[in-house]
């Protein structure tokens, strides 16, 4: 009997339902669990996605994709096959997609994490037969500080660039990164300068309801030549870059799980990292993993092997799944860098 889920080049594939999620190529139906480059592509039929994610989706699709939506928990008949939706407490909107189809159930977590974050509604723990986790920090290693005390570090660094007259600089991914760190920093310590591509996603946030403190373009600020004290928040890849350089002397700071064991040294000119992610760590993952109540655990994205090895080690039947392909059919380890 063929399985409910299978992988394909395009991604996993619902044959009775006649869906995929998130596929790396254009196909008819597409259930995307949240709106990062490396899950949401352009150029599909249909899209359907969590209400909660739709402003960013679109933000990211642009105005011609067909987006239907659903409330966490609602339910939707597929040829036969039932989907919903469930939070994955990644992004705003990032959901686990719950599959069923004649008594058997699947759930597809795409990215997730278990900490609480007041930019997305938290994770819920929905059990299954199989569930299919990511795996990006899935390494014993990898144990995340309570995220009390590294808002607090941020903070402290923040203040220490204020003494100094000197721009706070945050390189953080502009969806979801970027946004956790508005909300968490303590904005009476000064203005908050972001990228537009930053500014733009705020807006989106705010749009969904997700409060979230003043920002600015630095645009809005023309006759602004001192930004000393200012925070900015702009994405890794404008580091040193045209735009940057107006804000003079600078502090620049990376927030990202990879600073728990590579602190700075991935990138060059980066002062100080935080280690601060929107994916589980280990504890994290094998709660989900255990709480799932699955028979079967497939482990996709990051350390994948590790896991499925650990897993194995311990009575769960497991395996990896390979769902990004080159065109030549390699798994693209690039991607472990994306979202972190
Ligand atoms: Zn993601
Ligand atoms: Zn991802």
Redesign the pocket.
């Known amino acids: 009997m063929k399985s409910l889920i299978q992988e394909t080049p395009a991604g996993l594939y619902c044959e009775v339902g006649d869906f995929y999620i998130d596929p790396v190529r254009r196909v008819s139906r597409a259930v995307i669990t949240?709106a990062?480059g490396?899950?949401a592509r352009a150029g599909s039929g249909k899209y359907l996605t969590s209400k909660e994610g739709r402003r960013v989706l679109r933000t990211r699709l642009g105005p011609s994709a067909s987006i239907d939506t659903l409330a966490f928990g609602e339910t939707v008949l597929m040829n036969g096959v039932t989907v919903s939706l469930h939070p994955a407490g990644?992004i705003l909107g990032s959901a686990q997609v719950r599959v069923e189809y004649q008594g058997e159930i699947w759930v597809i977590s795409?990215?997730y994490k278990i900490e609480p974050d007041r930019t997305c509604t938290p994770f819920e723990h929905v059990k299954c037969h199989t569930f299919v986790t990511?795996s990006?920090f899935g390494l014993p290693v990898y144990r995340w500080p309570a995220q009390e005390y590294v808002f607090e570090d941020i903070n402290r660094w923040w203040k220490q660039c204020r003494a100094d007259n000197v721009a706070a600089v945050v390189l953080a991914y502009s969806l979801g990164k970027a946004q956790r760190v508005i909300a968490g920093v303590d904005a009476a310590l000064g203005p908050i300068f972001c990228h537009p591509s930053v500014e733009m996603l705020n807006q989106d946030y705010r749009a969904t309801g997700i409060e979230l403190p003043a920002t600015w373009l630095p645009t809005q600020a023309p006759a602004r030549n001192d930004w000393g004290g200012v925070l900015v928040i702009a994405p890794p890849m404008v580091a040193n870059s045209a735009w940057m350089s107006r804000f003079g002397k600078t502090s620049t700071a990376i927030v990202s799980g990879w600073a728990l064991t590579q602190g700075t040294r991935r990138a060059r000119s980066v002062d100080v990292g935080f280690p601060l992610s929107d994916?589980a760590d280990w504890p994290g993952l094998l709660t989900a993993i255990e709480r799932s109540e699955a028979e079967q655990v497939l482990v996709t994205?990051g350390y994948t092997r590790p896991m499925v090895q650990w897993l194995r080690e311990n009575g769960k039947q497991a395996r990896e799944v390979v769902t990004k392909f080159h065109s030549d059919g390699t798994q693209r380890t690039d991607?472990l860098f994306?979202?972190s």
Request: avoid cysteine; proline fraction near 0%; hydrophobic fraction near 15%.
């Open positions: 949240h990062h490396d899950h990644h795409g990215d990511e990006t994916h994205h991607l994306a979202d």
